[in-house]
């Protein structure tokens, strides 16, 4: 997909900034990369691509959006308790409701601890979501493992199927179709400190 053709003004995206990042022992979004808070530089790269964004926060939701500030994205409250499912429920409601969803073809899903994400592993995936069955969310998987972005059709089904479970190929057969990659950014997140650490020593 050429440069000249981003950011996509028919793609909107879902960014997940909700989770109480347990295993970090602190929010993980807040934490910087490249001088910046990691969940705005996630956002920021995907408005490369999607001029319309969603960001479902959760845990310290003021502190996220905070650190969002000038971004133009939309935010959706949700408690982070009730867990990924249902905050990637309100925030497709939201998406619904903006203008442009008439014409939208897809809806990235995306995760606000994948750092390693670029414009090029949005757009390869949106490219095979073009050549593929439209009327099925589109999911990378390296190996065993799912992993995100997801492209899922406007018109999906996000309160009937779990788009953050982990097994969701298995589960849901008739509604996911896989892009099987060995790019290991598809699958990257920053969990720990030692996932933390580990992402400055590349």
Excluded: W
Aim: charged share 25%; net charge negative; aromatic share 6%.
């Amino acid at each position: 997909m050429p440069e000249e053709e981003l950011p996509l003004e028919n793609y909107m995206a879902v960014v997940l900034a909700g989770g109480e990042s347990h295993r970090m022992g602190r929010n993980k979004l807040l934490m910087e990369i490249s001088a910046r808070p990691m969940i705005r530089h996630v956002v920021e790269t995907i408005r490369g691509v999607a001029e319309q964004v969603i960001v479902a926060t959760g845990y310290q939701a003021e502190r996220v959006v905070e650190a969002l500030a000038r971004l133009r994205v939309e935010v959706v409250a949700t408690d982070p308790s009730e867990g990924p499912g249902r905050a990637i429920v309100a925030a497709f409601v939201k998406a619904r409701s903006l203008p442009g969803y008439e014409a939208c073809e897809g809806i990235l899903l995306c995760v606000g601890d994948q750092p390693r994400l670029t414009e090029r592993e949005i757009a390869g995936l949106i490219e095979a979501y073009r050549a593929g069955d439209r009327r099925k969310a589109l999911v990378p998987v390296r190996g065993e493992s799912r992993g995100y972005p997801v492209v899922v059709p406007p018109d999906f089904d996000v309160e009937g199927i779990d788009l953050s479970a982990v097994d969701i190929v298995a589960r849901y057969p008739d509604h996911i179709a896989v892009f099987v990659t060995r790019n290991p950014v598809y699958d990257s997140s920053v969990d720990t400190p030692e996932d933390y650490r580990a992402f400055f020593a590349i």
